[in-house]
Nanobody
Framework: QVQLVESGGGLVQPGGSLRLSCAAS????????MGWYRQGPGNQRELVAT???????KYQDSVKGRFTISRDNAKNTVFLQMNSLKPEDTAVYYC???????????????WGQGTQVTVSS
């Protein structure tokens, strides 16, 4: 059973920083793209950032220059360093990964349970 588990969310003041982590575990053959999505109150889920196994990255325009995505391929873990946080960054952040389990011949998308990030004074 493949799982994604997020950690690192919490309450932070505007201008502060948080570092999110997400580890994929289980019987995994390979992990290709990993990334982060978020869903704020009353909003649809939106892409924040993605990273490939070759460390190519993409960011939503609103977080460019403030957030940094990275990964540890050996540990099947993705990180999101969030700096200069704003109240509008408040959302549930969801880890996402495209994973081929050892028990399958194809890749499927997987989602974490989500971790709450609240930016408020």
């Amino acid at each position: 059973q493949v799982q994604l588990v997020e950690s690192g969310g919490g309450l932070v003041q505007p201008g502060g920083s948080l570092r999110l982590s997400c580890a994929a575990s289980g019987s995994i053959y390979s992990v290709t793209s990993m990334g982060w999505y978020r869903q704020g109150p009353g909003n649809q889920r939106e892409l924040v950032a993605t990273i490939t196994s070759g460390s190519s990255t993409k960011y939503q325009d609103s977080v460019k220059g403030r957030f940094t995505i990275s990964r540890d391929n050996a540990k099947n873990t993705v990180f999101l360093q969030m700096n200069s946080l704003k109240p509008e960054d408040t959302a549930v952040y969801y880890c996402h990964a495209i994973i081929t389990p050892r028990t399958a011949d194809w890749a499927d998308p997987y989602w974490g349970q989500g971790t709450q990030v609240t930016v408020s004074s």
